[in-house]
């Protein structure tokens, strides 16, 4: 059974920087696809952050240059974020698709599985 428990819930000022854990149960990260969505109170989720198999990735245009999405080990995915802005308060959420449904990474919100979600805020 596969579960995402994403951490790193904070409050940070306008230009700081957070690292978000996405730690995975039943799922090991060389078979699967994984993302980073994120979603503003009134806004559809939108997918920043992909990484493949075989660590290829891809970015939104909104937080290319800023975010890196990167594997720990087998069993945690991580989303080093810099340069925050206040645009990017949201729940953040971690996504996983096992490799032979995904022939890249992509940014699309067809994944099937997803965490829970952790806060992020930040304050100008």
């Not at 720990?72 to 990017?88: I, V």
């Not at 698709?97 to 952790?118: A, D, F, H, I, K």
């Amino acid at each position: 059974q596969v579960h995402l428990a994403e951490s790193g819930e904070s409050s940070v000022l306008a230009g700081g920087s957070l690292r978000l854990s996405c730690v995975t149960y039943g799922v090991t990260l060389r078979t699967y696809c994984m993302a980073w969505f994120r979603q503003a109170p009134g806004k559809a989720r939108e997918g920043i952050a992909g990484i493949d198999s075989d660590g290829k990735t891809i970015y939104a245009d909104s937080v290319k240059g800023r975010f890196t999405v990167s594997k720990g080990n087998e069993k945690t995915l991580y989303l080093q974020m810099d340069s925050l802005k206040p645009e990017d308060t949201a729940m953040y959420y971690c996504a996983a698709e096992p490799m032979r449904y995904c022939s890249g990474p992509y940014l699309e919100p067809v994944y099937n599985y997803y965490g829970q979600g952790t806060q992020v805020t930040v304050s100008s």
